[in-house]
């Protein structure tokens, strides 16, 4: 069955069943990997993308529910690290093992979108089910408050 998506700006149709994860659509059928598997029963939240703007938990995401619409992946941020959360990413030394990082930016980013300036509460609660194995909230945090700043000024 082909499904149409828009995945990071660009139209695509894939052959897929309607019930596959939309995590594997993603690295399986279009190849790309900077989205990564975690749990399979979206409890980490490393596999997060953007589903018209709304960050979902690919693994548990039917690529029927992706038809026709638009999927931003860590690839979209930017291809050269200068999107502001990927500078303030490593300005604070956030990613330990770094198997985390796609979904744990893919979450700070579509906070990012909708609050230029979050407090501490508006941050925890937006990165609530983004499970950094290496602990590195503390960092994660800083950064997200960062990234905003520069947001803010720009």
């Not at 770094?98 to 979050?118: F, I, R, T, V």
């Not at 960092?139 to 720009?154: E, F, H, L, Q, V």
Request: net charge positive; proline share 5%.
């Amino acid at each position: 069955m082909t499904t149409k998506l828009n995945v990071n700006g660009k139209a695509v149709s894939v052959n897929a069943e309607p019930d596959t994860p939309l995590l594997w659509v993603i690295r399986d059928e279009l190849g790309m990997t900077g989205t990564k598997f975690g749990c399979g029963a979206a409890l980490c939240g490393a596999c997060t993308v953007h589903l018209d703007g709304n960050p979902v938990r690919s693994c548990q995401t039917p690529l029927s529910a992706a038809a026709g619409k638009k999927v931003a992946t860590i690839e979209s941020l930017s291809r050269n690290n200068t999107h502001p959360l990927q500078v303030a990413w490593i300005k604070h030394d956030v990613p330990q093992c770094g198997y985390c990082q796609s979904g744990q930016l893919m979450s700070a980013a579509a906070l990012l979108k909708g609050n230029k300036n979050p407090s501490d509460a508006d941050i925890d609660a937006a990165m609530s089910g983004n499970i950094c194995r290496c602990g590195t909230y503390p960092r994660i945090k800083a950064a997200i408050k960062d990234a905003a700043s520069t947001m803010r000024k720009a």
